[in-house]
């Protein structure tokens, strides 16, 4: 496999604007999560940014960014455009898609979604689910997962914001980072949103209803999502140098 590791970002944020260039502890968000990717040394690091603050920003660090459509609808359309532009010819075969605001990601879980994605068109993460308060939060996503015998790695059956599967055993939260092939990628961002997707609001429900497998590894945690002053707050507790 040869890996790249693309970040979304743009400044468009409901709850938090800007945030990709929030300060944490003296350095912009968007920059931590580079931190983090370059430190994982699977493949190149570039940030497929929304606008040229991004890419001015990145660059000043020393990192590489490409300047998307600010009006992609998803971070995987806008993976997919840089990509096109990063490598037309297609050296790289696995594209690694690592949100904007994750800044606390332990390096260890680009790792273990790239080692899952042998046989699959795509893998993703999931944890168990600790806090009784998530199991029945719609904002937590929940993976839905056919385990093999020894739990660590499993194929997903359905991502859900609703509580399941019901009866006795653990929950899995799912968390939002992905590992496609190149075909498999290119294949997504040229579907149609689903039924279930538009119903669930969760994108990777498209993959599934298009018979695309995803493949899951379990980890140990879920990492802090920047979505909230009370969230940057928190990163800059938890990131103190």
């Not at 899952?116 to 199991?135: M, S």
Request: net charge negative; hydrophobic share 50%.
């Amino acid at each position: 496999m040869n890996p790249i590791l693309l970040i979304p970002a743009r400044m468009a944020s409901t709850r938090l604007p800007g945030k990709v260039l929030a300060d944490i502890s003296g350095r912009a968000m968007i920059l931590r999560v580079w931190d983090r990717a370059m430190a994982a040394g699977l493949g190149p690091v570039v940030v497929a940014a929304g606008e040229p603050e991004i890419v001015a920003a990145v660059e000043a660090a020393g990192g590489q960014a490409v300047l998307t459509d600010p009006d992609l609808p998803s971070g995987s359309d806008r993976i997919f455009a840089a990509l096109k532009v990063l490598d037309p010819d297609g050296r790289h075969d696995v594209v690694v898609n690592l949100q904007g605001d994750l800044p606390a990601l332990e390096v260890a879980a680009l790792g273990a979604v790239v080692a899952a994605l042998p046989g699959a068109d795509i893998a993703t993460l999931a944890a168990e689910i600790t806090d009784p308060a998530e199991r029945d939060n719609p904002a937590v996503v929940k993976a839905v997962v056919a385990w093999e015998p020894d739990g660590k790695k499993g194929r997903a059956l359905y991502f859900t914001r609703s509580t399941a599967p019901s009866g006795e055993g653990p929950l899995f939260h799912h968390v939002g980072l992905y590992a496609y092939t190149r075909q498999a990628l290119a294949r997504f961002v040229c579907l149609p949103p689903s039924a279930l997707e538009k119903r669930e609001k969760l994108e990777q429900l498209r993959a599934l209803e298009a018979n695309m497998s995803i493949a899951v590894a379990r980890v140990d945690s879920v990492p802090l999502s920047v979505d909230t002053p009370a969230d940057l707050a928190k990163a800059n507790r938890l990131l103190k140098t």
